[in-house]
């Protein structure tokens, strides 16, 4: 009997938790637009149970049992997958719990900023190289007019 009580209580609790948490509260259920674009929600979902019991002493025959349990969820929507005429998107919401989260969003951003700047110094060095050999070449060439 004591562990069917103590095993209930567990029971239960996972049983409310599968409840509040399934497939369709990570990734929401289609919402489409007009113009053929469909928006899927994406969630991160946290989630904790615990449970216990305990036996207590009694002068009669009859045993006594006391016990507990309880859960929490937090749904944290994290992006948006967009479908838009076969090409598929995902936009992030903004919102960071750590540093590291931040760090690691940004990367993919940095990377685009660096290769632009390198780009852009590529071919500044290119128009500048260009135009130190035109100007090269001008001065040749007078050199050549004037003798």
Do not use: C, W
């Not at 239960?12 to 409840?19: A, F, G, H, M, P």
């Not at 948490?21 to 969630?43: F, H, R």
Request: charged share 20%.
């Amino acid at each position: 009997m004591k562990e069917q009580s103590a095993a209930g209580i567990l029971e239960t609790t996972i049983e409310k938790v599968k409840n509040l948490v399934n497939v369709s509260t990570i990734i929401g259920d289609p919402m489409k637009l007009e113009g053929g674009l469909t928006i899927i929600p994406v969630s991160k979902v946290t989630y904790g149970f615990a449970s216990g019991g305990s036996d207590f002493p009694s002068k009669s025959n009859q045993e006594i049992f006391g016990g507990g349990g309880g859960a929490g969820v937090t749904i944290t929507p994290v992006a948006f997958l967009v479908v838009s005429d076969g090409e598929v998107t995902i936009k992030h919401i903004t919102a960071y719990d750590n540093a590291a989260e931040r760090v690691v969003n940004l990367v993919p951003e940095m990377f685009d900023k660096v290769t632009s700047v390198v780009n852009k110094a590529k071919k500044d060095k290119a128009a500048e190289d260009a135009q130190l050999t035109a100007a090269a070449e001008a001065v040749v060439a007078e050199e050549a007019v004037t003798e």
